[in-house]
C-alpha cells in the first residue's frame, strides 16, 4: 500500500498498562505527526519527527508518552501506565516534505481504550 | 483551548440544499486547510488556501480565506449524500513545518 499505516487499528488496555503504537509513514517521507483526536473533538499536535530528529514535543501531555523514530522511517508512540483520560484515536501524519503548507497524509489512526 | 472556532458544530440537510462552515480565530494564521474525515479513518486534505481573501474552488465546494487570515469558510452547493462527513479546518503557522491546529470540526449529515 502506499498511504500511511497504523497499528493496532484498536488497542484495550487496562488502566496502569503500557502501550505501543506503530506508524508506517509513506516511504521518503522527511516528516512525521502525531496527533490525538479525542471522542467529537479535533486533532490535537502531539509530536513531531523530521527524519529521525524529535524536533518538538510540546502537544505531549505527560511524561508518560514517549515517541522515537530511530531510523527515519516507523515511528512508535509509547504511552506508559495508561490513564482512562488517554482513551482517544492516536493518529499518525506523514509529508514529504519540511515545509509550511504541504500536505499531511493521515492514517486510519489507532482507537485506544483505557478501562 | 481551542484556537479555531467552527460553525455549526452539526448540520443535517437534504439533499440539494446549500450550506456554509465557518471557521473562526482570534490568531493569524499563515494558511488554512480543510479536511474531510470519514469514521474510522484519517483526514483527507480538501485544499489549502494561503492568501487574505482568497477564494478556491473544487467542484461543487468554494473555500474562502478571510481578508485577516483569521477566518475561513465552506460553502457547499447542491449538497450530495457522499458529502456526509466530518469538515475540519486547520490553521498553520510561518517558518518551519507545518504544524496544524485543528477545530473541532462540523458533523454533516445529507440525507436523500
Known amino acids: 500500500g502506499a498511504g500511511v499505516s497504523q497499528s493496532p487499528r484498536y488497542k484495550v488496555a487496562k488502566r496502569g498498562q503500557d502501550v505501543a503504537l506503530r506508524c508506517d509513514p509513506i516511504?521518503?517521507?522527511?516528516?512525521l505527526f502525531w496527533y490525538q483526536q479525542a471522542l467529537g473533538q479535533g486533532p490535537e499536535f502531539l509530536t513531531y519527527?523530521?527524519?529521525?530528529?524529535?524536533?518538538?514535543k510540546s502537544g505531549l501531555p505527560s511524561d508518560r508518552f514517549f515517541a522515537e523514530r530511530p531510523e527515519g522511517s516507523v515511528s512508535t508512540l509509547k504511552i506508559q501506565r495508561t490513564q482512562q483520560e488517554d482513551s482517544a484515536v492516536y493518529l499518525c501524519?506523514?509529508?514529504?516534505?519540511?515545509?509550511?503548507?504541504?500536505?499531511?497524509?493521515f492514517g486510519p489512526g489507532t482507537r485506544l481504550t483505557v478501562l | 483551548t481551542q484556537l479555531l472556532e467552527q460553525s455549526p458544530q452539526f448540520l443535517s440537510i437534504q439533499e440539494g440544499e446549500n450550506l456554509t462552515v465557518y471557521c473562526n480565530s482570534s490568531?493569524?494564521?499563515?494558511?488554512l486547510q480543510w479536511y474531510r474525515q470519514e469514521p474510522g479513518e484519517g483526514p483527507v486534505l480538501l485544499v489549502t488556501?494561503?492568501?487574505?481573501?482568497e477564494v478556491k474552488k473544487l467542484k461543487r465546494l468554494t473555500f474562502q480565506f478571510g481578508d485577516a487570515r483569521k477566518d475561513s469558510s465552506l460553502h457547499i452547493t447542491a449538497a450530495q449524500p457522499g458529502d456526509t462527513g466530518l469538515y475540519l479546518c486547520?490553521?498553520?503557522?510561518?517558518?518551519?513545518?507545518?504544524?496544524?491546529?485543528f477545530g473541532a470540526g462540523t458533523r454533516l449529515a445529507v440525507h436523500p
Open positions: 516511504s521518503g517521507h522527511v516528516s
Open positions: 501524519a506523514s509529508s514529504s516534505q519540511a515545509f509550511s503548507y504541504n500536505e499531511q497524509f
Open positions: 490568531s493569524v494564521f499563515s494558511s
Open positions: 519527527f523530521q527524519n529521525e530528529a524529535q524536533l518538538d
Open positions: 486547520a490553521g498553520g503557522r510561518s517558518g518551519g513545518y507545518n504544524k496544524l491546529i
Open positions: 488556501v494561503v492568501t487574505g481573501g
